[in-house]
């Protein structure tokens, strides 16, 4: 079951990149994060597993989706270079998986190594289990992240938020707030007496 | 199960954080004119977090949040260095930031916030937090490097900086994974004892490893991995180039050290990372040193120079004894002091709309500023090595503890390469005192910023006479952390 669900998952993670339609490499992305769910469901890991898909594929997925729609990306532009980049990146590659395969067709390198955890107890709650952890053992992690985040808002504000200089916006308080003198400037003049044009005279 | 930890050895941090998002809020109260008191709410932070690591220091490891934390005298000095560093780096880049419009509340919450991702890294004890705290201070910086938004230079280095940071945060996150498969830990402490003890999947074990070292020399800016550098440098506004370039190599040493002499200090492993060390170092002398002779541009001029100092770093390290780790931590107190300066004379000389990155700019500077030419000239001295400055010694020591080792041969190769390097750095002396200025306006600076930048000019001269209580301490709080 899991070489079923792992060999989806590469499949998908590979079409992510090469999909011609960004659109496509969306949908494919969502198929990899259902099938790394499914992976982790597997794991007794329930929660992990149902919280990847409300919120990976429910909701950032689903934006994502909105954004590539959206935005209308010039695919040719970006392709440029790439077959001539190509035979280095690849011969390189090559290179670097055969190292690697050498090096780790080793024994000690198997699932012998990691065994299948324990069935849990009944009455066990993976959440409940997590949520003490992650208050407890792992709250300065967790307090980081948070952090990061933050920071993360900060930058997307700071980088993006722009204040029109002429911008049609009108600020309400302004508005009330405004005074007679303001708006209405009251002239004294001295009257005069209208002339009457007389007869012939071209104005 | 014991649940109450130790908060204290943390206050420098939660006194950061706190204060950080206070600035975040007060700032949006203050108008574009009083902008000085966000910039002197940041100082006063800054220095209570220098003076609350100051108190909490102890000499004894202290370990809190679950063994996440960690507090002894290797990061009580790295996280006070790195506060003082800030400091200086915000008085420096006042006037420059003021000029360009990039002194807005953002500039000094995303630096405070840069700041408490460094001292995280400093303090991990854990590869979790410590690969957080690199993320926050990451993402920080890519921020900061695109604060100009009009700059189409800025906006493409911060792009480069984020791509390639993320590869190199991908690289170290697989090698940590596979330090957990082979290990089942995460914990440096643990970490070392299993590997000492050594594990059966020894291969998975050396696997992640070269990717961690990777990961390493790709934060350093280490040959073959330093593509990004002189980009980033040159393209970034000057503060944020002075900013990237000076704390975060504390941070970048102090997980070196966390990962590399603490974690995977056992003898058998010592002796698979110093090869890849190795080559790292002597490729970085070796190009650092050749392509910056090549440049025009004294940002990317410095870039080069700073690959060319992480190849003295690593030669530090890649030594594997105190001695070795407690050089390479002389070494790296001394770069950023160099830089620093360095840097801070670059932003001294710009003006509104005006940036002195070309080397011409600085002919005959000693004409129109004797002192600031005496000051620079102290700074290249001390960065090529010559005698009478900190840069030997710190050179020097690095040299020792490498020839310790008995690899002569490599001590050979880096001095070869130091005289190489030696010719930029006189170029620019050469520049400052025999040639006639392009612009013979004299040089004007706030009271600040010339006292800081005497102070740090004249510790030169003062370090590279007395370096020993600096050294002393270098060495006691390496061994006392590993």
Redesign the interface.
């Known amino acids: 079951m899991f070489w079923f669900f792992a060999t989806i998952l590469v499949f998908a993670a590979l079409r992510v990149i090469t999909a011609r339609n960004p659109v496509h490499a969306a949908l494919f992305l969502v198929l990899a994060f259902c099938t790394s769910a499914g992976i982790w469901i597997q794991l007794e890991a329930e929660f992990l597993g149902i919280a990847l898909i409300l919120v990976y594929v429910g909701a950032v997925m689903v934006l994502f989706l909105f954004v590539v729609m959206m935005l209308d990306i010039n695919l040719t532009r970006l392709r440029e270079g790439f077959w001539s980049y190509l035979p280095v990146g690849a011969v390189v590659a090559v290179l670097l998986i055969l190292e690697?395969m050498v090096?780790?067709i080793?024994p000690?390198?198997g699932l012998v190594?990691?065994p299948r955890p324990d069935a849990a107890v009944a009455g066990y709650s993976n959440t409940k289990e997590l949520g003490r952890l992650i208050y407890?053992?792992?709250?300065?992690?967790f307090e980081?992240?948070a952090?990061?985040l933050?920071?993360?808002i900060?930058?997307a504000?700071?980088?993006t938020l722009?204040h029109r200089k002429h911008g049609k916006y009108i600020d309400p308080a302004a508005q009330i707030n405004v005074r007679r003198e303001d708006r209405v400037r009251i002239v004294s003049m001295p009257s005069v007496k209208k002339e009457t044009p007389k007869d012939g005279d071209p104005s | 199960?014991e649940?109450i930890t130790p908060l204290w050895p943390a206050y420098p941090e939660l006194f950061l954080?706190v204060m950080a998002?206070v600035i975040?809020v007060a700032d949006l109260f203050i108008s574009d004119d009083n902008r000085v008191f966000t910039y002197g709410l940041t100082q006063f932070t800054l220095a209570g977090c220098a003076v609350l690591t100051f108190f909490t220091g102890n000499a004894e490891p202290v370990y809190t949040?679950?063994g996440?934390?960690v507090d002894d005298l290797m990061a009580d000095a790295l996280k006070l260095l790195t506060c003082l560093a800030v400091i200086t780096i915000l008085v420096y880049s006042r006037a420059y930031t003021v000029a360009r419009g990039m002194f807005?509340g953002?500039f000094f919450?995303?630096a405070l916030?840069a700041t408490?991702g460094m001292m995280?890294m400093i303090s991990a004890n854990?590869l979790?937090?410590l690969y957080?705290?690199l993320?926050?201070l990451s993402?920080?910086l890519?921020?900061m490097v695109?604060?100009q938004?009009d700059s189409v230079q800025a906006t493409e280095a911060a792009m480069k900086y984020f791509v390639l940071g993320a590869l190199a945060s991908g690289m170290l996150l697989y090698g940590m994974s596979m330090l957990y498969?082979a290990t089942g830990t995460l914990e440096i402490t643990a970490l070392a004892q299993l590997s000492g003890e050594g594990v059966?999947?020894?291969?998975?074990l050396v696997?992640g490893l070269v990717f961690i070292v990777a990961g390493l020399g790709f934060k350093l800016g280490a040959v073959p991995f330093h593509m990004w550098v002189p980009d980033v440098y040159q393209g970034a506004p000057t503060a944020v180039t002075l900013f990237i370039g000076s704390a975060p190599k504390f941070a970048a040493f102090a997980i070196v050290m966390r990962l590399l002499a603490q974690a995977m200090g056992a003898d058998a492993l010592v002796e698979e990372w110093r090869q890849m060390l190795l080559i790292m170092a002597v490729l970085s002398l070796a190009i650092g040193n050749l392509a910056a002779i090549m440049q025009t541009n004294l940002k990317r001029m410095l870039a080069y120079s700073t690959i060319s100092h992480m190849g003295f770093l690593l030669l530090g390290v890649l030594s594997g004894t105190i001695d070795g780790y407690g050089a390479g931590m002389f070494y790296v107190v001394v770069y950023v002091l160099m830089t620093l300066g360095a840097f801070g004379i670059i932003l001294l000389l710009s003006r509104d709309g005006f940036e002195a990155e070309n080397l011409d700019d600085y002919k005959g500077l000693n004409q129109r500023s004797p002192w600031y030419a005496f000051l620079m000239l102290l700074l290249m001295f001390s960065m090529a090595g010559i005698p009478p400055t900190v840069g030997f010694y710190a050179k020097l020591s690095v040299l020792q503890a490498v020839v310790q080792i008995g690899w002569w041969w490599v001590a050979v190769i880096a001095v070869v390469f130091s005289l190489i390097g030696a010719f930029y750095y006189l170029r620019i002396v050469k520049l400052m005192y025999f040639d006639a200025p392009l612009d013979p306006a004299p040089v004007t600076a706030s009271g600040d910023v010339r006292a800081l930048l005497t102070v740090n000019g004249l510790a030169m001269l003062l370090l590279g006479i007395v370096p020993q209580p600096l050294m002393v301490l270098c060495i006691e709080a390496v061994r006392a952390s590993i």
């Open positions: 690697m090096y780790l080793q000690y390198f190594e990691a407890t053992d792992y709250v300065y992690p980081l992240a952090v990061i933050l920071v993360a900060v930058a504000i700071a980088l722009r | 199960m649940y954080l998002c975040l949040f679950s996440m934390f807005r953002e919450t995303l916030f408490l995280v854990h979790l937090t957080l705290g993320e926050l993402l920080s890519y921020a695109a604060l938004r498969g059966r999947a020894q291969a998975v696997f």
